[in-house]
């Protein structure tokens, strides 16, 4: 099931979003659930990581939709996020929170489910290519999400696990063995050393692969099979 979030501190505004969902829903062509906010310091209070989908005011009092989109980043979320506005000037800025699209109010009903259907595919496709690997620590037995993982590591014969939360993990696997269970999953070499998640993958320049704000060493022999699999998956 979707959960989708509205937040907007306009009550019309947020009663016709509310109608479009039902509207939505009663066509058969979604399925989801719905919470809605009319106050952002409620809602950041209230998030538990539970949203998929978040369609954000940006005109609030207290915490405006912009800051609380970059709040909502820096927890970790990946919830699609689609900001809802008068000024479309903040475009720009949207990038910076990986916004999928913007709404300029009054919201028609086309537009509304167009970005609606988009976003929900865009869960669905990441919750299709999310696998849980089994790791095995000194400490511990440990299942991973693949979708936490930035980057896996080559180092001294052991594999070390970049994570979303700034964590590692280590254990003793090869980066070819973990390669063939992540097949299909997204992930793709950039030298022999690194195994890179290409959702999180903020840039590639030259020989350099930046991920997660770390940058890693690109190989020439890597590089064009690299690229061609990043571009895909960034169409």
Do not use: W
Not at 25 to 34: C, I, L, Q, Y
Not at 104 to 121: A, D, G, H, W
């Amino acid at each position: 099931m979707i959960s989708i979030a509205l937040v907007d501190d306009n009550k019309k505004d947020l009663a016709i979003m509310q109608n479009y969902l039902s509207t939505a829903k009663e066509s058969g062509a979604f399925d989801f659930t719905v919470d809605s906010y009319t106050d952002s310091l409620e809602f950041i209070e209230n998030y538990k990581g539970n949203y998929d989908v978040v369609f954000l005011d940006i005109e609030m009092p207290h915490l405006d939709g912009m800051e609380l989109a970059r709040k909502l980043r820096r927890t970790g979320s990946e919830c699609c996020i689609i900001f809802i506005t008068n000024m479309p000037q903040y475009a720009v800025q949207g990038y910076e929170v990986d916004a999928i699209a913007y709404l300029i109010k009054p919201v028609r009903y086309f537009n509304f489910t167009q970005v609606l259907k988009k976003s929900i595919e865009r869960v669905k496709k990441r919750r299709e290519e999310d696998v849980s690997i089994v790791i095995n620590t000194r400490q511990e037995v440990k299942v991973l999400p693949s979708s936490t993982i930035l980057y896996v590591e080559v180092e001294s014969h052991n594999l070390v696990f970049h994570t979303t939360d700034g964590g590692e993990l280590r254990t003793r696997d090869s980066l070819k063995a973990l390669e063939e269970r992540l097949v299909g999953m997204n992930f793709c070499r950039c030298n022999s050393c690194y195994l890179v998640n290409l959702r999180y993958v903020d840039s590639v320049v030259g020989n350099i692969v930046r991920v997660g704000g770390v940058e890693l060493l690109m190989s020439r022999h890597k590089k064009k099979e690299f690229v061609e699999k990043y571009m895909k998956y960034t169409r």
